[in-house]
């Protein structure tokens, strides 16, 4: 079954941009407003400080909070991360398809590699994601401790996020040169 997923690789990935474009447009047009301008910690790759986080979550209030709270993590950020996992497992297999060594693996193994690539970033998003959303749900929940935490798996989202995406790019160029 996960090995058929590699034949929706496109439509997946055209679905998958369409939210992003989707979220990425909340962030923008109104998200920021309510903020005061400043970026969604889910946008700091970087990560943030405490006192950034506590300023983001402020300059919210409780009807900002309330909001982001349901038209991101309880919306978008609920369905993103398995749509963006399940896009990935199928760009995953079907380049690999393209290698021989690839594709002399069995059915299982191959999926079995695409899931251990992907399954992690889909982990640490739904970690962070729960963090962030505890956060605006109880706002006496942020403190310097819990804002460190939700820090730390953004970073990790997007480490994790890079691995299989390397592979993606790396199984491509192997592909093109097998040809």
Same mark, same amino acid.
């Given at each position: 079954?996960?090995?058929?997923? &590699?034949?929706?690789?496109?439509?997946?990935?055209?679905?998958?941009?369409?939210?992003? @474009?989707?979220? #990425?447009?909340?962030? +923008?047009?109104?998200?920021?407003?309510?903020?005061?301008?400043?970026?969604?910690?889910?946008?700091?790759?970087?990560?943030? %400080?405490?006192?950034?986080?506590?300023?983001?979550? #402020?300059?919210?209030?409780?009807?900002?909070?309330?909001?982001?709270? @349901?038209?991101?993590?309880? #919306?978008?950020?609920?369905?993103?991360?398995?749509?963006?996992?399940?896009?990935?497992?199928?760009?995953?297999?079907?380049?690999?398809?393209?290698?021989?060594? +690839?594709?002399?693996?069995?059915?299982?193994?191959?999926?079995? +590699?695409?899931?251990?690539? @992907?399954?992690?970033? %889909?982990?640490?998003?739904?970690?962070?994601?729960?963090?962030?959303?505890?956060?605006? &749900?109880?706002?006496?929940?942020?403190?310097?401790?819990?804002?460190?935490?939700?820090?730390?798996?953004?970073? %990790?989202? +997007?480490?994790?996020?890079?691995?299989?995406?390397?592979?993606?790019? @790396?199984?491509?160029?192997?592909?093109?040169?097998?040809?």
């Amino acid at each position: 079954m996960m090995l058929r997923l &590699s034949r929706h690789a496109a439509a997946l990935c055209f679905v998958c941009v369409a939210v992003f @474009v989707a979220m #990425t447009a909340m962030e +923008f047009l109104y998200f920021r407003q309510l903020s005061g301008g400043l970026p969604s910690l889910d946008l700091r790759f970087a990560g943030f %400080t405490p006192d950034e986080g506590m300023a983001w979550l #402020t300059a919210l209030g409780r009807r900002g909070s309330e909001i982001i709270l @349901v038209w991101h993590y309880l #919306t978008f950020d609920l369905l993103f991360p398995a749509l963006l996992s399940l896009t990935l497992v199928s760009l995953i297999l079907a380049a690999g398809r393209r290698l021989k060594n +690839f594709r002399a693996l069995s059915a299982q193994l191959q999926s079995l +590699f695409a899931l251990v690539l @992907v399954l992690p970033y %889909t982990l640490a998003d739904y970690a962070q994601n729960i963090a962030v959303a505890r956060m605006l &749900s109880d706002f006496l929940s942020a403190n310097p401790d819990s804002l460190s935490f939700a820090s730390a798996l953004i970073v %990790t989202k +997007f480490a994790l996020l890079a691995i299989p995406a390397i592979v993606i790019a @790396v199984f491509q160029l192997m592909g093109q040169k097998q040809r």
